[in-house]
């Protein structure tokens, strides 16, 4: 099979790694690639048009095309692509709608009576902050549109909340996303990510993850697109995970349908595990970043007939799915700075060394070629994975391999897994 990656960071640095183990598997492209993928796959360079992606893909005798990120999910390439008559991984703009509006993913957790916080949606600056005057009590702000994971600003305080209310709708701090905004209670409890496999009816279920959001040890400081996660995560237990799958999966895949906009691809959803359950933050439609990084290296079983299961209705036929008993740790080294401004075209080094040792791999995010040198090209740089016989020895581990690597003011979390551990 030739294989066509969509993205350029570390979720599909992860996924190139991964198809690449494929024995069905006899070419990858990507575009636009980073530094890491382009040892595995072969780099082209397209452009972003999805109609000249899916020529190029017809041209070239693509046998499937992987979608990695939310933005042309959000978009409508798999529509495009399938369209062009190509086999295509990932959501159509209907059913990517559930990540690409907080809104339409609040009505349907209503509709469905799937747990969640209570919520109001305004497209009125002004009525936003009056309501929150009144409700005088913490909470979440959250542009309703795709803002790259960096949508949600905590309000722990009437002026943080109005700030927050300012900082999206009114300063245009992530453009069209904030066109209008959900408030939501904040929920109290220990988040997990819970990530399914959907083919529009059946659902299969990885291994249990947990991210690290905000951008300082403790979990204090700014929301990021994530800082590192780990493998199995310990809050999620069998009753757990069944009472998600029945509660929360199924009645979402469930409820897509109803409406028409059958789910086929990754549905991920973030969770709070709160005193009374489980309650769903946010879906997202595609695999997480950088849970990615920690669920991929764990699947043993070849992650290409489960693909294209999805696309075909017949994941329910997939039972001998067998995954590493090893837990897996990432920590995400970023450029100084990160989420605000930070410097790109910096060198970095250490790489192979940090390779070297047993059981890592340092999956690239924001990296390019350089005159022959690896530079940084993002925020979050690389994502430092390392498998361990449990946890703790996963979490050392990979913090070995970040120690081998060294670039302009690269900073990381130092307490990926604190959670874990402290169990």
Partial sequence: MKILVIGQGGREHTL????????LVEKIYCTPSN???????????????????????????IDLTVVGPEAPLAEGIVDIF????????????KAAQLEGSKDFAKQLMTKKGIPTALHRTFTDADQAIEY?????????????GLAAGKGVIPGRSIDEAIQAVKTIMVDRAFGDAGNSVVIEEELIGEEASFTVLSDGTHCFP???????????????????????????APVITPDIHDYVMEQIVYPTINGMAEIGCTFKGVLYVG???????????EYNCRFGDPEAQVLLPRLKSDLIPLLLACIDGSLDQHTDVEWY????????????????????GKAITGIPEAESIEGVNVFHAGTKQDNGNVVTAGGRVLGVTALGENLKTAIETAYRGVSEIHFYEAYCRKDIGYRALSR
């Fill in 271 to 281: 969770l709070m595990m709160t005193e009374t359950g489980p309650k769903v933050l």
């Fill in 16 to 23: 190139v790694w991964k198809i690449a183990q494929s024995p």
């Fill in 132 to 144: 929150i005057k009144n409700i005088g009590t913490s909470v979440f702000v959250k542009a309703d």
């Fill in 82 to 93: 399938n369209e062009h008559n190509l086999t295509v991984f990932g959501p159509n703009k």
């Fill in 325 to 344: 008993t090893e837990a897996a740790a990432c920590v995400v080294m970023a450029s100084g700075g990160y989420p605000d401004l930070y410097q790109t």
């Fill in 206 to 232: 990885f291994v249990s993850s947990q991210d690290h959001k905000m951008s300082q040890d403790g979990d204090i400081g700014k929301n990021t697109g994530g800082m590192g996660a780990y493998s199995p």
């Fill in 35 to 61: 530094a890491g993928i382009a040892q595995i796959a072969e780099t082209v360079s397209i452009g972003d048009d999805y109609f000249d992606l899916a020529n190029w893909a017809n041209s070239n005798d």
